[in-house]
């Protein structure tokens, strides 16, 4: 397991430099970051020149790329446009961005599987045809649209709820947002389970289990549950990168400021340290969920373990 | 008033004398897009504590169907057990509720499968497999139920069976996953084993192993054993008798040495003489001609019809009984005589 760990970190780092340096590239073409910080003032050659070079902008772009990410090791984010400094932004985004994904996966996770199992172990059956039902009409909705519906109704016209997210986004306002963000994994999460669940009753294992005497709650919850779910598991470590990009779609619709709009401030202030920085967390985070679900994934199916 | 306690314990005379298992005019169906499949159409066998009855057939012969059907561990729908008796100890588990059913799965008669890969649960230790028997049937703890794994393992014959007690299936070779199997079954020392194809999916050396050691514990236990299999060459050294099926029927059954010294049903001899032999190297080996017939449309008729090299106009139309053929024998062909005769 302690080797399997390692390895799975190791692997990490190409994929952090991989994307990191991808999007320094792309920021760094977005425009003349110096021309931004004077608006519609021209500034003047001499300081413009000093600052491209206390910016480093005159070096090669590798260059600029290790001195970035050895200042970020350090700490140092760098500024934003108005020269707030990037970690403040962070701090303050972050946990909110992190609060309504976590809502949203929780949802996903706890309802999906639920209505999984039920629909994959009584499959045919009216229950079984209306999770199906249901969960095709939720994948065929694009997200903004029942976001901005549910807003409505459960908001606007009903008041049953803050139709957009109070100051420091309590876990209650964030319960609305988060539905709408999980709704379609959810409905994957739904039918993924469904289909596993339906294979895996069909499993020789499974026969093996009734055979032995056991009482069927034990078969289910022992013997089929757990193999069902390596799939589940899996695809919902991939899903936290999906919701973490949603997130930044569903803050807008709910009015959240989170790190889709801190990152939005950056590109229409072209500010390539707030940009930069805001991905390369959530380059981080995305990394460490993967690695989580990946540890999860190794301590449900041996196999992994050992492999 | 010990006495009147006592009488629920005593076994009624029928049970006594009435053989472990007894199946009587067995009928299982599949309900399915195509129509109905019928698996199983009037099965007839019996086996006492100690002895063993091999199952032999073609695939699709009905064999799994049947024995899944004693086990009670068919899939009701789509299966459906529409007429017949499984009399084990003198009672019916047709008649039995649930909860009674599941109670002698396990402990009064166990199953092994072919595929112990497959049948193992992958993501499970073997000793949580072998100790959960303890566990559910017997109420042990964790501790003690594991101490009972690796003495079973030890009883299979499994190396090092304390160290590999927390090894998962796919750590383990074929041969030693179907000892596992077996000590799975033998846990609870039952009266019944059903080994469903047990060395099918094993190496040629391993399969005689492995079948030696089952052997060699039905024996110690006195269990009763209903051996399925489609290899005659395996039956001849461990079976007391054998029931041939065919489209869901027993089409002869007899004590071993007699099937092989002069088969009563044409099918019968036509298995006999497909078993590859050292003395006929080199030459062709003989295959009955033709497929088993689609279980959704049975000939009518004798259903080995159209493959019969002996068929007549009669085994067309009329469905031959099981005749007794000497004594504790019986052939499912009008021509069973002239079948012996040859
Ligand atoms: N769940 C099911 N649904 C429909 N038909 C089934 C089902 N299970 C078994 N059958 C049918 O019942 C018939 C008998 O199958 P069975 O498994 O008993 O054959 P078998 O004699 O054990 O053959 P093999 O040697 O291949 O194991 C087969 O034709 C099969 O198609
Ligand atoms: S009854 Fe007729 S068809 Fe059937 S096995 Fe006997 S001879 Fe062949
Ligand atoms: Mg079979």
């Not at chain 2, 004693?70 to 499984?86: H, S």
Request: net charge neutral; aromatic share 8%.
């Amino acid at each position: 397991m302690g080797r399997y760990v390692i390895r799975r970190l190791l692997q990490m780092v190409p994929v952090f430099i991989g994307t990191t340096l991808l999007i320094f590239v792309m920021v760094w073409g977005l425009g003349d970051p110096v021309a931004a910080m004077f608006g519609d003032r021209t500034p003047d050659p001499a300081t413009a020149a000093q600052i491209r070079h206390d910016l480093h902008l005159n070096d090669p772009l590798i260059q600029q790329y290790w001195i970035y990410m050895s200042n970020v090791f350090k700490g140092d984010f760098g500024n934003a446009w108005n020269q707030q400094p990037v970690t403040d932004l962070l701090k303050t985004a972050y946990p909110v961005t992190l609060r309504l994904t976590i809502v949203a996966f929780l949802i996903e996770a706890i309802v999906g599987v639920a209505l999984g199992v039920f629909a994959g172990l009584r499959r045919g059956r009216f229950f079984d045809t209306g999770v199906l039902a249901m969960t095709l009409i939720v994948v065929s909705i694009p997200t903004f649209v029942t976001g901005y519906v549910l807003q409505y109704f459960f908001g606007v016209k009903w008041s049953i709820v803050h139709p957009s997210v109070g100051e420091g986004a309590p876990f209650k306002d964030l319960l609305m947002p988060g539905l709408v963000l999980a709704g379609v994994s959810l409905a994957y999460v739904a039918r993924l389970t469904r289909t596993s669940v339906a294979e895996n009753t069909r499993a020789d294992y499974l026969r093996t289990a009734v055979a032995k005497g056991l009482p069927r709650r034990r078969v289910i919850t022992n013997h089929m549950l757990r193999n069902s779910l390596i799939p589940v598991v899996t695809f919902l470590g991939t899903d936290i990168g999906n919701l973490m990009a949603g997130a930044l779609v569903t803050e807008r619709i709910f009015n959240i400021h989170g790190v889709g709009y801190q990152i939005y401030q950056g590109i229409v202030h072209n500010s390539p340290a707030t940009v930069v920085g805001f991905v390369t967390v959530l380059v981080i985070v995305f990394l460490l969920a993967n690695l989580l679900v990946d540890l999860l994934y190794a301590v449900l199916d041996p196999r992994i373990r050992y492999a | 008033m010990t006495v009147i306690d006592d009488i629920s314990d005593v076994p009624t005379p029928d049970a006594k004398l009435a053989p472990l298992l007894e199946v009587r005019d067995l009928h299982v169906e599949f309900h399915t897009r195509d129509g109905v499949a019928k698996a199983v159409n009037g099965v007839n066998y019996s086996v006492n504590a100690g002895e063993t009855l091999a199952v032999l057939g073609e695939s699709g012969s009905g064999k799994s169907v049947s024995a899944q059907a004693v086990m009670g561990i068919l899939d009701m729908p789509p299966a459906r057990i529409p007429k017949g008796e499984i009399l084990f100890q003198g009672r019916d588990m047709l008649k039995m509720s649930g909860e009674e059913r599941r109670k002698i799965r396990g402990r009064k008669i166990a199953m092994i499968f072919q595929d112990a890969l497959s049948s193992l649960n992958p993501v499970l230790s073997v000793g949580y497999q072998l100790g959960e028997m303890y566990r559910v049937h017997q109420g042990l703890s964790r501790k003690d139920a594991k101490a009972k794994a690796i003495e079973l393992m030890d009883r299979v014959r499994i190396p090092a069976a304390r160290e590999r007690v927390g090894d998962y299936p796919h750590q383990f070779s074929g041969g030693m996953r179907q000892r596992i199997m077996i000590a799975m079954a033998l846990a609870l020392e039952p009266d019944l084993i059903i080994a469903d194809e047990p060395t099918t999916a094993l190496d040629v050396t391993v399969q005689a192993q492995v079948m030696e050691l089952l052997a060699e514990l039905q024996a110690e236990y006195n269990m009763g054993l209903i051996l399925i299999t489609h290899d005659l060459g395996v039956v001849a050294d461990v079976a007391d008798k054998i029931a041939v099926m065919y489209a869901g029927r027993i089409v002869e059954d007899a004590p071993v040495h007699d099937i092989y010294s002069k088969p009563a049903h044409p099918y019968t001899k036509g298995l006999l003489q497909s078993i590859p032999r050292l003395d006929q190297k080199g030459q062709e080996l003989y295959a009955i001609k033709g497929l088993p017939p689609n279980l959704t449309r049975i000939p009518s008729g004798c259903a080995f019809n159209p493959r019969c090299p002996m068929a007549q106009d009669i085994c067309r139309t009329d469905v031959p009984q099981l005749h007794p053929v000497g004594t504790a024998r019986g052939s499912a062909c009008h021509f069973w005589k002239e079948t012996l005769g040859e």
